[in-house]
């Protein structure tokens, strides 16, 4: 079994083979080791995408805003991705975001994983009819569970989420009162040991 720190060298050395930029290739290494991470086909999806780069054109996205299309040629993923992970930080203004089509999109959502670290927050995408959502780059939750990932998105919808509690205000409040079971009153001997001064001055 192939390590992830071989992984991210071996991608970063033939993304550069393949005409992107020593950066470029380093932020796509970091990905596809992430989705090898999580057990998604990133190693797969790569191959084919490089093998495909050579014979087809695909587009570059420098600039993102709230609704992207390419009408000719599909965005190549690694590009796309890097600028979303460069915008980020704009880009969590606009809370949804749409691109159409995009190729081999399992490759662009490493990028959006990250993203969600950097910003803190949740991220839901929509694949067509496919929903992942990105929790913090910690784990990728999806419905593509024993289905093959595309490798053509006619439209990928991004919402990047607020952070809120999974729970009631009432369920906390439960728990906590249940909690102040274990507290302890303070009592003479532990006001007596508590930090400050004590009853002995040793200047």
């Known amino acids: 079994m192939k390590s992830l720190s071989e992984i ?14 020593w950066g470029v290739s380093e932020e796509t290494g970091k990905s ?11 190693i797969k999806h790569l191959n084919e995408y490089l093998n495909q780069k050579n014979k087809s054109k695909f587009e570059s996205l420098n600039l993102i805003s709230e609704n992207n299309s390419s009408l000719n040629n599909p965005y190549c993923p690694i590009t796309l991705g ?4 460069d915008q980020i930080n704009v880009l969590e203004n606009l809370k949804k975001i749409e691109f159409k089509n ?20 949740k991220i ?17 939750f999806s419905n593509f569970i024993d289905q093959e990932f595309p490798k053509i998105a006619n439209t990928i919808e991004v919402n990047l989420l607020e952070n809120e509690d999974n729970f009631t205000n009432d369920e906390w409040n439960n728990l906590y009162k249940l909690s102040e079971e274990t507290f302890v009153e303070e009592s003479d001997s532990l006001k007596e ?5 004590g ?5």
């Open 82 to 85: 890097v600028s979303f992970l």
């Open 102 to 121: 995009v190729a081999y999109p399992i490759i662009f959502i490493s990028f959006i994983s990250r993203s969600s670290e950097i910003i803190g927050k």
């Open 32 to 42: 596809i080791r992430l989705l090898e991470l999580f057990s998604l086909p990133g």
């Open 124 to 140: 839901n995408v929509k694949i067509d009819e496919k929903k992942m959502l990105l929790n913090l780059n910690v784990n990728i």
């Open 8 to 21: 991210e060298t071996t991608v970063k050395r033939a993304s550069k083979a393949a005409g992107y930029s």
């Open 193 to 197: 040991g508590a930090a400050g001064a």
């Open 199 to 203: 009853l002995t001055d040793n200047d």
